[in-house]
């Protein structure tokens, strides 16, 4: 028989002694991991609402983009060969200018920025550009996928698509300079419709629901929820589709306007805390 020089064997003493550093290391992260806090989600506001004061609003306008500006409302109605590009007094609900879209044209939603309407279409891939003053069309604009809503920072053009995307595009170039993603807590937010940026905010319509999400421009993240259950005119009950669309904001005067398609009514409206 051979035998094991001292070397050998405290070579093999040593690979039989314990892993002292490896099994005090998975016992601290055992410890670690026991005593951890839990992460619980986050708890968004949801808001209420009143009513301020209602007026009048054409049953038969498609509401597609809304907004508030110098005093009148400009309106973006949709159908096919029924869309429209719309100035309209607040308190009468009276149509003071109206610009009609080419039938083949689904017109979706709209904004004002640097004295110019931007106005987008459903699948045509197009926008159109327009004279404030007059409606009168100027040009066009080109982008990929669908056109929903559309709103602005001031700077960029902001647009939705129907999914949790929202693009911030150059108006000089059409280009896209940035993308954020909307997320419901873990789940995307999808069917992000009608868009306005109010006080560093985008208010977003969510189609089908009486619900308005409050969006962090910066991150997509959902900063408080505003709940319009109960708005919504008894006659447009009856079709599914006159659904809540439309949100505009009189900066000036902080007053918040929401309406919907086929609404008989566009309300004003004050948050409250639920």
Same mark, same amino acid.
């Given at each position: 028989?051979?035998?094991?020089?001292?070397?050998?064997?405290?070579?093999?003493?040593?690979?039989?002694?314990?892993?002292?550093?490896?099994?005090?290391? /998975?016992?601290?992260?055992?410890? /670690?991991?026991?005593? =951890?806090?839990?992460?619980?989600?986050?708890?968004?506001?949801?808001?209420?609402?009143? *009513?301020?004061?209602?007026?009048?609003?054409?049953?038969?306008?498609?509401?597609?983009?809304?907004?508030?500006?110098?005093?009148?409302?400009?309106?973006?109605?949709?159908?096919?060969?029924?869309?429209?590009?719309?100035?309209?007094?607040?308190?009468?609900?009276?149509?003071?200018?109206?610009?009609?879209?080419?039938?083949? !044209?689904? =017109?979706? +939603?709209?904004?004002?920025?640097?004295?110019? *309407?931007?106005?987008?279409?459903?699948?045509?891939?197009?926008?159109?550009?327009?004279?404030?003053?007059?409606?009168?069309?100027?040009?066009?604009?080109?982008?990929? +996928?669908? +056109?929903?809503?559309?709103?602005?920072?001031?700077?960029?053009?902001?647009?939705?698509?129907?999914?949790?995307?929202?693009?911030?595009?150059?108006?000089?170039?059409?280009?896209?300079?940035?993308?954020?993603?909307?997320?419901?807590?873990?789940?995307?937010?999808?069917?992000?419709?009608?868009?306005? !940026?109010?006080?560093?905010?985008?208010?977003?319509?969510?189609?089908?629901?009486?619900?308005? /999400?409050?969006?962090?421009?910066?991150?997509?993240? *959902?900063?408080?929820?505003?709940?319009?259950?109960?708005?919504?005119?008894?006659?447009?009950?009856?079709?599914?589709?006159?659904?809540?669309?439309?949100?505009? !904001?009189?900066?000036?005067?902080?007053?918040?306007?929401?309406? +919907?398609?086929?609404?008989?009514?566009?309300?004003?409206?004050?948050?409250?805390?639920?």
């Amino acid at each position: 028989m051979r035998t094991q020089s001292a070397g050998t064997l405290a070579l093999l003493l040593f690979l039989t002694l314990p892993a002292c550093g490896d099994g005090g290391s /998975a016992a601290n992260n055992s410890s /670690a991991q026991a005593t =951890a806090p839990t992460v619980t989600k986050e708890e968004v506001p949801v808001y209420a609402y009143e *009513i301020v004061e209602s007026y009048p609003h054409d049953p038969k306008a498609y509401t597609q983009g809304l907004v508030f500006y110098d005093g009148m409302l400009f309106e973006s109605t949709g159908q096919y060969g029924e869309s429209s590009l719309r100035k309209v007094e607040l308190k009468k609900g009276k149509v003071k200018k109206k610009r009609d879209v080419p039938g083949q !044209y689904f =017109a979706e +939603g709209m904004t004002i920025l640097n004295g110019k *309407i931007y106005q987008l279409t459903w699948q045509q891939n197009k926008g159109f550009i327009y004279d404030l003053k007059d409606l009168d069309l100027e040009g066009e604009f080109n982008y990929e +996928g669908e +056109g929903w809503g559309l709103t602005t920072d001031g700077q960029s053009l902001i647009l939705s698509d129907g999914t949790n995307q929202l693009r911030f595009i150059d108006p000089t170039t059409f280009r896209v300079s940035r993308t954020i993603s909307v997320m419901d807590g873990q789940e995307p937010l999808a069917d992000i419709n009608e868009l306005e !940026y109010i006080q560093g905010e985008i208010y977003a319509n969510v189609w089908k629901t009486d619900r308005i /999400a409050r969006i962090d421009p910066r991150d997509g993240r *959902i900063l408080a929820w505003i709940d319009l259950s109960g708005l919504r005119p008894e006659e447009t009950l009856k079709n599914t589709e006159n659904v809540l669309n439309g949100i505009a !904001y009189d900066t000036e005067h902080q007053r918040l306007y929401v309406t +919907g398609k086929r609404w008989p009514k566009l309300f004003e409206i004050r948050l409250k805390k639920k």
